[in-house]
């Protein structure tokens, strides 16, 4: 059975600092993982994905995310936080078959300070 | 490229009114969703469709009806509104292969007193 675990629910950052968002999953099959951004009062965008060419996957505006199957791991990355980068943020699996079988995670607000 | 489309962008219903969303997509997506986004939540999937013709039912279905009669349109109805129901409704469209993202629109902010 499919799982997603968002393990922070709040991150918070100083502008110009790295960001970490962390993301595990579970999965009986190679699976598709994306991370979504939510801006306020907004849909969700895609942000990157990851489908089982290379493990680092680079998405827009400069995040990306390595895929660790050993470690069951998706985390999200940014070298340098913006106070645009404020948003919420779902890690999502998918497997072969779409439709139900894509499961979203419970999101985690990154807050960035000036 | 308009994307996923949804409309009203809000709405202010009384409790046992009924209405519906509507949701349209000009990418010619096989797949369409429904979720609701209650307050610092993730999404839960209401409902779905594979295809024009073809709906099931996701995590939380209750209280809601959906039809697929084309491709680019998937309503979703609230027949008896209840307080429950005040959320925040995602419609989202995706390709056939699961390796392909979900598309989704802006949301329809929903509030039943």
């Known amino acids: 059975a499919q799982s997603v675990t968002q393990l922070d629910s709040h991150v918070s950052v100083s502008e110009g600092t790295p960001v970490l968002l962390r993301c595990n999953y579970s999965s009986s099959y190679s699976p598709s993982l994306f991370w979504y951004v939510q801006h306020p009062n907004k849909g969700l965008q895609l942000l990157l994905k990851y489908t089982s060419a290379a493990t680092l996957v680079k998405g827009i505006n400069g995040f990306e995310a390595e895929f660790k199957k050993s470690e069951t791991s998706f985390h999200l990355t940014k070298p340098s936080a913006h106070m645009s980068d404020a948003a919420e943020y779902f890690c999502v699996v998918s497997e072969e078959g779409g439709g139900f079988k894509t499961i979203f995670g419970a999101g985690t607000r990154l807050f960035v300070k000036a | 490229n308009a994307g996923v489309t949804q409309t009203p962008k809000f709405r202010i219903l009384k409790i046992g009114q009924s209405m519906t969303l509507q949701c349209t997509q000009d990418m010619n997506h096989n797949y369409m969703y429904w979720y609701r986004q209650d307050p610092g939540m993730g999404l839960k999937l209401i409902y779905y469709s594979v295809g024009a013709g073809i709906t099931d039912k996701g995590e939380v279905p209750n209280g809601y009806n959906v039809s697929r009669s084309t491709t680019e349109d998937f309503p979703l109805r609230l027949e008896l509104a209840a307080p429950s129901q005040t959320s925040v409704y995602f419609c989202?469209?995706?390709?056939?292969?699961?390796?392909?993202?979900?598309?989704f629109g802006d949301g329809t902010r929903l509030s039943i007193l």
């Open positions: 989202a469209s995706q390709d056939r292969n699961s390796n392909q993202p979900q598309h």
